[in-house]
């Protein structure tokens, strides 16, 4: 494999700055019956920093977040897929598979996703840029490590070349055994 591919994930969707706004005005509301209160301080203190935590969570998974999805070769020419997080200038790298890891990948509409359920024994992971996305890519891999399926969200030609590379890569490691 000679060529390397960079997709960067962009939302779909406006629901998760929403979701943040609306979290925001619920913390600010409850913060401001907090300051006027005499009795239950405790209870409406915590909802207030329990508000401001969720949209803190928010912000950072799906607003504050970039997510690049890189099929590229490793120092040892293993072709790899590699999911990053940009925050900021931080670059962090949250996902490495080998290609010939890779089993299956398929598109999953919300429905489907909802529905959806990982084997026992399979770790599930999910880097979607869009908060309740319409679809989803649920890659599934297999490697000496773990079982995994990671959810990402891209196109369907992407999808389509995700499946044909560890194809290729999984007939290339199996041959050269």
């Not at 390397?4 to 019956?33: C, D, G, M, R």
């Not at 399926?149 to 041959?175: G, K």
Request: net charge neutral; aromatic share 10%; hydrophobic share 40%.
């Amino acid at each position: 494999m000679t060529n390397e591919i960079y997709v960067h994930a962009k939302p779909t969707n406006n629901k998760a700055k929403q979701t943040f706004y609306i979290l925001l005005s619920l913390a600010s509301a409850v913060t401001l019956v907090y300051l006027f209160i005499g009795v239950y301080k405790g209870i409406v203190g915590l909802c207030a920093v329990a508000l401001i935590t969720a949209a803190v969570l928010v912000h950072t998974k799906y607003i504050g977040a970039e997510y690049y999805y890189d099929i590229t070769e490793d120092y040892e020419g293993t072709p790899v897929f590699v999911v990053r997080q940009v925050v900021g200038k931080r670059s962090t790298t949250l996902c490495r598979l080998d290609l010939f890891s890779i089993t299956k990948v398929e598109r999953l509409d919300r429905e489907a996703a909802k529905k959806h359920k990982a084997p026992a024994g399979y770790k599930k992971y999910s880097y979607l840029p869009t908060l309740s996305p319409d679809s989803r890519l649920c890659v599934t891999a297999v490697s000496s490590a773990e079982k995994a399926e990671i959810m990402i969200e891209a196109s369907d030609e992407f999808c389509d070349m995700l499946l044909r590379l560890s194809r290729e890569a999984r007939a290339d490691f199996y041959s050269e055994d």
